[in-house]
């Protein structure tokens, strides 16, 4: 079974605010994905991460950040949240090289900009 | 452009009406080819991953098969606790950048 977590579960916040969705994972997986999902579409990569001190964004422009200080942690960050941010986001994990390795998901973060 | 298309958008079956859900890819380079299932509010959950052709893997009431085109999701004898979206992804070469589809929201009535 998949250790990865995710807070807040459910977020409702007004224009302008600065927030941070905090994803966390206990098996060691060296990369890590933010993926971003509305209602009855697919997910779209935001951000992804190599390992420690690594990250790269990925297809969706996004106006978030991401950090990876530690193996285990990478939370995403909103410095100014717009309705437009309103959405579900999903963080993943996974190990090894080569490609083709099964991602290990969150429950999610439903976001409610207001 | 690398591509998953998954088909159909909906799928409604009584408990016990076997289907099959498509997932039709376009992806270079394919490292593998992955089923999740997504139930309301929550996280996608893996189910299989598929390397080549002609792989086949089952769990339960589900089966999935790769050609090099596409791959196949059968579900035999649903029953309502497998209502939920179905999705397929591709992951190519390169390693991070797995292209998921929309998914197939199948609904199964007792």
């Known amino acids: 079974e998949a250790d990865i977590y995710q807070t807040p579960r459910y977020l409702v916040i007004g224009t302008g605010k600065k927030i941070t969705l905090e994803c966390s994972q206990t098996m060691g997986h060296d990369k890590m994905y933010w993926y971003q999902q509305d209602p009855g579409m697919e997910l779209h990569l935001i951000h992804y991460?190599?390992?420690?001190?690594?990250?790269e964004k990925g297809d969706l422009s996004s106006e978030s950040t991401v950090s990876r200080i530690r193996t285990e942690h990478f939370p995403l960050t909103l410095e100014s949240a717009r309705p437009s941010h309103t959405s579900q986001y999903l963080c993943?994990?996974?190990?090894?090289?080569?490609?083709?390795?099964?991602?290990?998901f969150g429950p999610g973060t439903r976001l409610l900009v207001l | 452009e690398d591509q998953v298309t998954q088909s159909p958008e909906a799928l409604r079956l009584q408990e016990g009406e076997s289907s099959s859900l498509n997932c039709s890819y376009t992806v270079s380079g394919l490292r593998g080819l992955f089923w999740y299932r997504q139930d309301p509010g929550k996280g996608p959950e893996f189910l299989f991953t598929?390397?080549?052709a002609g792989e086949e893997k089952e769990k339960e009431r589900l089966k999935a098969t790769l050609t090099k085109k596409e791959s196949f999701l059968h579900i035999t004898a649903p029953k309502p606790e497998d209502s939920a979206t179905y999705l397929c992804?591709?992951?190519?070469?390169?390693?991070?950048?797995?292209?998921f589809g929309a998914g197939t929201r199948l609904f199964v009535k007792a």
């Open positions: 991460s190599y390992g420690v001190n690594s990250t």
């Open positions: 598929l390397y080549s």
């Open positions: 993943a994990s996974s190990s090894g090289t080569s490609g083709g390795e099964t991602q290990y």
């Open positions: 992804a591709g992951d190519h070469t390169g390693g991070f950048k797995t292209i």
